[in-house]
């Protein structure tokens, strides 16, 4: 009868839109879920690599799991930081590898060249599975290993 809390978290450096602080709202809903949940995991939908860390060390120890999305591009940083949390900066994407962040090349290479907002057809090569495997500890819940994922799909 495990409880599990699951949060999305959006990113706001690099983002030309008015989001809440991502470190307040992690606060505030911490606040809620606090003695609620067993297990804790926060996908942080940000741009810079930098925000990413910088809020998985904010929030190590408190959460069970800080992983990054957004960019398509899985890290090869996946660890348990100090205070016991999981945590890779960008899990990857499920999709088309053989493409630019799952898109038709020449549609994204044509975009940056004429700075056009074309719209984009999703890709159809080398489709993959990517994410992390994170291990715990049976009795107390807490990350003991965390391993990337990036399995071919035929």
Do not use: W
């Not at 949940?37 to 930098?50: G, M, P, Q, V």
């Not at 962040?101 to 599975?129: H, P, S």
């Amino acid at each position: 009868n495990v409880k599990f809390c699951i949060i999305n978290l959006h990113g706001r450096v690099f983002i030309n839109e008015d989001y809440d602080c991502p470190f307040r709202k992690a606060d505030e809903i911490l606040a809620e879920v606090s003695g609620k949940s067993d297990i804790i995991i926060i996908d942080f939908h940000a741009e810079a690599t930098s925000e990413k860390a910088a809020l998985a060390r904010y929030l190590d120890g408190r959460v069970t799991a800080v992983f990054g999305t957004h960019t398509h591009v899985q890290t090869a940083d996946e660890r348990v930081l100090r205070k016991g949390t999981a945590y890779i900066t960008d899990i990857g994407m499920t999709g088309p590898h053989d493409s630019i962040i799952g898109m038709r090349e020449d549609e994204i290479i044509e975009r940056f060249m004429l700075q056009t907002l074309n719209k984009f057809e999703v890709a159809r090569n080398d489709v993959k599975l990517q994410g992390i495997l994170i291990s715990l500890d049976r009795k107390s819940f807490k990350p003991v290993k965390v391993e990337r994922i990036s399995s071919d799909l035929k």
